[in-house]
């Protein structure tokens, strides 16, 4: 992501991520659900109570999560994959958008 422009700040875990969402100005979250302390279905109920604007993008295999078919509204689910990184970047400049840049193009 780095290499197209966006400035990236890692976590490791679960807690390090709902730690730096509360003190930062972030502009979207990308979360892999490998993270050492949580599942991506507590973080990211987690950040809706606490952030509810922020746009949430999830990177995982999504047939993990096919038992929760409530949770796919709840943010932008970007499958891994061979071509996944491309992906991620359409999803962040999509989410990133003005909003009347959006309307334009939706």
Do not use: C
């Amino acid at each position: 992501m780095t290499d197209a422009g966006y400035r990236v700040h890692l976590a490791v875990s679960g807690t390090q991520v709902l730690s730096y969402a509360a003190h930062h100005s972030i502009d979207i979250l990308i979360a892999d659900p490998d993270l050492s302390d949580s599942d991506s279905l507590s973080l990211l109920k987690e950040l809706r109570d606490h952030l509810p604007h922020l746009p949430v993008i999830i990177h995982t295999f999504i047939s993990d999560y096919a038992d929760y078919p409530d949770i796919f509204n709840k943010a932008v689910w970007v499958e891994k994959g061979e071509s996944s990184v491309d992906r991620l970047k359409e999803s962040v400049a999509k989410l990133l958008l003005p909003a009347d840049i959006k309307k334009e193009t939706a």
